[in-house]
């Protein structure tokens, strides 16, 4: 069992900047792949970033790309999420989850808006 806890969201002005973090408990957090999903209101969750255990390799959607950075530190067992150039479409609850698992956050909302 691993138990994950998202922290780090709020407001953001459009064009700002915002990271939130993944902290895991209660498993081996290394052997993962971990990756960062967000629903927005009304919208299905989508899968964002993903990130190998050893952090050697990631993905983005093209939605985020270029502007997220997804990363991790496995001996603090935490994931992060560095989100730039945020825009009002960014607005949503973001969660964290060890892919192909059943193990995810409960979220933290982040919203974009002036």
């Known amino acids: 069992q691993m138990r994950l806890v998202e922290s780090g969201g709020g407001l953001v002005q459009p064009g700002g900047s915002l990271s939130v973090s993944c902290a895991a408990f209660?498993?081996?957090?290394?052997?993962?792949?971990m990756g960062w999903y967000r629903q927005a209101p009304g919208k299905q969750r989508e899968q964002i970033a993903t990130i190998i255990s050893d952090g050697s390799r990631t993905t983005y959607s093209d939605s985020v790309k270029g502007r997220f950075t997804i990363s991790r530190d496995n001996a603090k067992n935490i994931l992060f999420l560095q989100m730039n150039s945020l825009k009002p479409e960014d607005t949503a609850v973001y969660y964290c989850n060890a892919v192909n698992t059943d193990y995810w956050g409960k979220g933290t909302l982040v919203t974009v808006s002036s």
């Open positions: 209660g498993s081996i957090f290394s052997i993962y792949t």
